[in-house]
Protein backbone atom coordinates (compact mmCIF):
# COMPACT_ATOMS: atom_id res chain seq x y z
CA UNK A 1 0.00 0.00 0.00
CA UNK A 2 1.18 3.46 -1.07
CA UNK A 3 1.88 5.81 1.69
CA UNK A 4 1.84 9.46 0.72
CA UNK A 5 2.69 12.76 2.59
CA UNK A 6 -0.17 15.00 2.70
CA UNK A 7 1.36 18.21 2.54
CA UNK A 8 3.34 16.61 -0.62
CA UNK A 9 -0.41 15.91 -1.88
CA UNK A 10 -1.46 19.20 -1.12
CA UNK A 11 1.72 20.76 -3.28
CA UNK A 12 0.93 18.56 -6.16
CA UNK A 13 -3.19 19.56 -6.33
CA UNK A 14 -2.28 23.23 -6.18
CA UNK A 15 -0.04 22.40 -9.10
CA UNK A 16 -2.22 20.06 -10.93
CA UNK A 17 -4.03 23.32 -12.83
CA UNK A 18 -1.02 23.94 -14.59
CA UNK A 19 0.89 20.37 -15.58
CA UNK A 20 4.33 22.10 -16.20
CA UNK A 21 4.32 23.12 -12.55
CA UNK A 22 4.96 19.62 -11.81
CA UNK A 23 8.88 18.27 -11.36
CA UNK A 24 7.77 15.40 -8.80
CA UNK A 25 6.77 13.12 -9.31
CA UNK A 26 6.94 13.80 -13.26
CA UNK A 27 3.50 13.87 -15.74
CA UNK A 28 3.62 10.50 -17.86
CA UNK A 29 -0.07 11.12 -19.22
CA UNK A 30 -2.76 13.57 -19.37
CA UNK A 31 -6.14 13.24 -20.44
CA UNK A 32 -7.29 15.03 -23.95
CA UNK A 33 -11.18 14.76 -23.22
CA UNK A 34 -12.39 18.73 -23.76
CA UNK A 35 -14.45 18.39 -20.65
CA UNK A 36 -12.24 16.68 -18.12
CA UNK A 37 -8.53 17.34 -16.56
CA UNK A 38 -6.58 14.44 -15.27
CA UNK A 39 -2.48 13.34 -14.78
CA UNK A 40 -1.12 10.11 -14.30
CA UNK A 41 2.45 10.91 -12.60
CA UNK A 42 5.54 8.70 -12.11
CA UNK A 43 4.57 6.04 -9.71
CA UNK A 44 0.86 5.27 -11.16
CA UNK A 45 -0.40 8.14 -9.27
CA UNK A 46 -3.77 10.13 -10.76
CA UNK A 47 -4.01 13.58 -10.14
CA UNK A 48 -7.43 15.49 -10.57
CA UNK A 49 -7.64 18.97 -10.60
CA UNK A 50 -11.10 20.55 -11.15
CA UNK A 51 -12.87 23.76 -10.76
CA UNK A 52 -10.59 26.16 -8.40
CA UNK A 53 -12.97 28.95 -7.96
CA UNK A 54 -16.48 28.20 -5.99
CA UNK A 55 -17.85 30.70 -8.10
CA UNK A 56 -17.41 28.30 -10.99
CA UNK A 57 -19.82 26.00 -8.85
CA UNK A 58 -22.64 28.61 -7.42
CA UNK A 59 -22.71 30.17 -10.83
CA UNK A 60 -22.14 27.85 -13.58
CA UNK A 61 -23.03 24.35 -12.13
CA UNK A 62 -19.92 21.90 -13.22
CA UNK A 63 -17.70 24.34 -14.87
CA UNK A 64 -20.21 23.85 -16.37
CA UNK A 65 -19.61 20.24 -17.26
CA UNK A 66 -21.01 18.76 -20.25
CA UNK A 67 -20.67 15.10 -21.37
CA UNK A 68 -22.65 13.42 -24.05
CA UNK A 69 -24.31 16.94 -24.88
CA UNK A 70 -25.92 16.89 -21.09
CA UNK A 71 -25.53 19.60 -18.38
CA UNK A 72 -25.00 18.26 -15.11
CA UNK A 73 -25.69 20.00 -12.19
CA UNK A 74 -24.78 20.61 -8.61
CA UNK A 75 -28.31 20.44 -7.57
CA UNK A 76 -29.44 17.49 -10.03
CA UNK A 77 -30.63 14.54 -7.67
CA UNK A 78 -30.19 12.05 -11.05
CA UNK A 79 -28.36 8.83 -9.58
CA UNK A 80 -26.30 5.90 -11.45
CA UNK A 81 -24.90 3.01 -10.48
CA UNK A 82 -21.10 3.18 -11.14
CA UNK A 83 -18.83 0.37 -12.29
CA UNK A 84 -17.99 -0.45 -8.48
CA UNK A 85 -22.30 -0.89 -7.82
CA UNK A 86 -22.58 2.01 -5.41
CA UNK A 87 -25.50 4.70 -6.70
CA UNK A 88 -22.95 7.82 -7.47
CA UNK A 89 -24.48 11.36 -8.37
CA UNK A 90 -24.73 11.20 -11.89
CA UNK A 91 -22.56 14.34 -13.05
CA UNK A 92 -19.80 13.61 -11.05
CA UNK A 93 -19.89 9.91 -12.13
CA UNK A 94 -20.17 10.73 -15.83
CA UNK A 95 -17.04 13.11 -15.22
CA UNK A 96 -15.48 10.07 -13.21
CA UNK A 97 -15.99 7.66 -16.29
CA UNK A 98 -14.44 9.66 -18.51
CA UNK A 99 -11.34 9.03 -16.31
CA UNK A 100 -12.07 5.48 -15.87
CA UNK A 101 -11.94 5.35 -19.60
CA UNK A 102 -8.76 6.79 -20.58
CA UNK A 103 -7.20 4.97 -17.99
CA UNK A 104 -8.52 1.45 -19.61
CA UNK A 105 -6.60 2.69 -22.42
CA UNK A 106 -3.63 2.52 -20.73
CA UNK A 107 -4.03 -0.11 -19.18
CA UNK A 108 -3.03 1.15 -16.07
CA UNK A 109 -4.69 0.87 -12.35
CA UNK A 110 -3.59 3.92 -10.58
CA UNK A 111 -2.09 3.24 -7.00
CA UNK A 112 -2.94 6.17 -5.51
CA UNK A 113 -5.36 9.11 -6.42
CA UNK A 114 -5.32 12.95 -5.37
CA UNK A 115 -7.58 15.55 -6.09
CA UNK A 116 -9.32 18.90 -5.82
CA UNK A 117 -12.76 20.28 -5.79
CA UNK A 118 -14.96 18.23 -9.30
CA UNK A 119 -11.13 16.39 -8.90
CA UNK A 120 -12.14 15.10 -5.30
CA UNK A 121 -15.67 14.05 -6.21
CA UNK A 122 -14.02 12.09 -8.89
CA UNK A 123 -11.44 11.03 -6.22
CA UNK A 124 -13.83 9.53 -3.98
CA UNK A 125 -15.62 7.29 -7.12
CA UNK A 126 -12.15 6.25 -8.45
CA UNK A 127 -10.91 5.90 -5.10
CA UNK A 128 -13.96 3.17 -4.45
CA UNK A 129 -13.37 1.34 -8.00
CA UNK A 130 -9.90 0.66 -7.86
CA UNK A 131 -9.57 0.03 -3.96
CA UNK A 132 -6.95 2.33 -3.70
CA UNK A 133 -5.76 5.21 -1.29
CA UNK A 134 -6.92 9.20 -2.29
CA UNK A 135 -7.03 12.10 -0.98
CA UNK A 136 -9.41 14.87 -1.68
CA UNK A 137 -9.55 18.81 -0.77
CA UNK A 138 -12.58 20.46 -1.02
CA UNK A 139 -14.70 17.63 -1.76
CA UNK A 140 -18.28 17.95 -3.24
CA UNK A 141 -20.76 15.08 -1.68
CA UNK A 142 -20.66 12.36 -4.75
CA UNK A 143 -22.63 9.50 -2.88
CA UNK A 144 -26.25 8.82 -2.19
CA UNK A 145 -26.55 5.86 -0.14
CA UNK A 146 -25.85 6.70 3.94
CA UNK A 147 -22.96 5.38 5.61
CA UNK A 148 -19.74 3.40 4.93
CA UNK A 149 -19.62 1.17 1.34
CA UNK A 150 -16.61 -1.36 0.61
CA UNK A 151 -12.72 0.67 0.35
CA UNK A 152 -14.84 3.50 2.66
CA UNK A 153 -11.58 3.97 4.41
CA UNK A 154 -9.27 4.16 1.40
CA UNK A 155 -10.19 8.09 0.81
CA UNK A 156 -9.13 10.91 3.13
CA UNK A 157 -11.28 13.86 2.62
CA UNK A 158 -10.03 17.72 3.70
CA UNK A 159 -12.63 19.96 4.31
CA UNK A 160 -12.50 23.35 4.98
CA UNK A 161 -15.68 24.74 7.62
CA UNK A 162 -15.58 28.06 5.76
CA UNK A 163 -15.79 26.35 1.94
CA UNK A 164 -19.52 25.71 0.71
CA UNK A 165 -18.50 23.56 -1.97
CA UNK A 166 -18.15 20.73 0.53
CA UNK A 167 -21.67 21.21 1.78
CA UNK A 168 -23.00 20.16 -1.92
CA UNK A 169 -25.29 18.53 -3.77
CA UNK A 170 -27.06 18.41 -0.04
CA UNK A 171 -29.04 15.26 -0.59
CA UNK A 172 -25.35 13.41 -1.32
CA UNK A 173 -22.88 12.20 1.13
CA UNK A 174 -19.21 11.80 0.98
CA UNK A 175 -17.52 8.60 0.82
CA UNK A 176 -14.47 8.22 2.59
CA UNK A 177 -13.07 9.68 6.03
CA UNK A 178 -13.69 13.64 6.41
CA UNK A 179 -11.77 16.07 8.51
CA UNK A 180 -13.32 19.12 8.47
CA UNK A 181 -10.80 21.57 10.17
CA UNK A 182 -11.20 25.11 10.87
CA UNK A 183 -8.96 27.54 10.05
CA UNK A 184 -7.30 30.32 11.66
CA UNK A 185 -8.45 33.12 9.83
CA UNK A 186 -12.01 32.64 7.95
CA UNK A 187 -11.67 32.90 4.46
CA UNK A 188 -15.45 33.04 3.22
CA UNK A 189 -15.90 33.31 -0.30
CA UNK A 190 -11.69 32.49 -1.24
CA UNK A 191 -11.73 29.49 1.10
CA UNK A 192 -12.04 26.89 -1.48
CA UNK A 193 -8.79 27.76 -3.26
CA UNK A 194 -5.85 25.27 -3.10
CA UNK A 195 -3.41 27.85 -1.86
CA UNK A 196 -5.84 28.25 1.00
CA UNK A 197 -6.06 24.23 1.46
CA UNK A 198 -2.66 24.07 1.76
CA UNK A 199 -2.80 26.59 4.89
CA UNK A 200 -5.54 24.49 6.76
CA UNK A 201 -2.76 21.55 6.36
CA UNK A 202 -0.53 23.14 7.71
CA UNK A 203 -2.84 24.24 11.03
CA UNK A 204 -4.19 20.33 11.07
CA UNK A 205 -1.20 18.59 11.30
CA UNK A 206 0.14 21.37 13.58
CA UNK A 207 -2.64 20.59 15.91
CA UNK A 208 -2.65 16.61 15.49
CA UNK A 209 -5.70 16.71 13.68
CA UNK A 210 -4.27 15.17 10.35
CA UNK A 211 -1.79 12.50 9.84
CA UNK A 212 1.67 13.41 8.41
CA UNK A 213 0.88 10.57 5.48
CA UNK A 214 -2.32 8.78 4.53
CA UNK A 215 -1.80 5.26 3.24
CA UNK A 216 -5.40 4.10 3.23
CA UNK A 217 -6.63 3.69 6.74
CA UNK A 218 -3.60 1.80 7.39
Known amino acids: MMKFPIEDAAKLAEASYSAQRITSPKVVHSCGHQDVQAHLLEGDILLLPGSNSVRDYLRYNLRPLRLGQQQFRMSDDKTEKGHSGTTWHQGFLAYSS ?74 FNH ?27 EVGQDKALLPKHWAGGV
Open 98 to 171: VVFEWLKTLNIRPKYVIGHSLGAAATQILSKSYGAPGIGFAAPRPKFAKGPVKHHEKCLLINRVDDVVPKLPGA
Open 175 to 201: MGRVRELAPTQQRPFPAHSMKHYREIV
